[in-house]
């Protein structure tokens, strides 16, 4: 696995479950949501990723587009 594709499965991840927290506990869990998907949209921009870097620091190998 590469870390583009463990940002995604992260960030896939985090939106589900922010969903669910939102429809069974509290609405205020969709700002997460709305967080992922604004970082997501930031990354594409920008090129930084916070998510990127931890993975990267686990020891996951770069892909082509967190290089």
Not at 45 to 56: H, M, S, Y
């Amino acid at each position: 696995m590469t870390v583009d594709r463990a940002v995604m499965m992260f960030a896939g991840i985090m939106i589900l479950v922010s969903l669910a927290l939102g429809v069974y506990v509290s609405p205020y869990w969709f700002l997460l949501t709305a967080f992922v998907g604004l970082n997501l949209m930031q990354a594409s921009v920008t090129g930084f990723c916070p998510a990127a870097i931890f993975f990267k620091k686990l020891g996951i190998k770069t892909g082509c587009a967190f290089q």
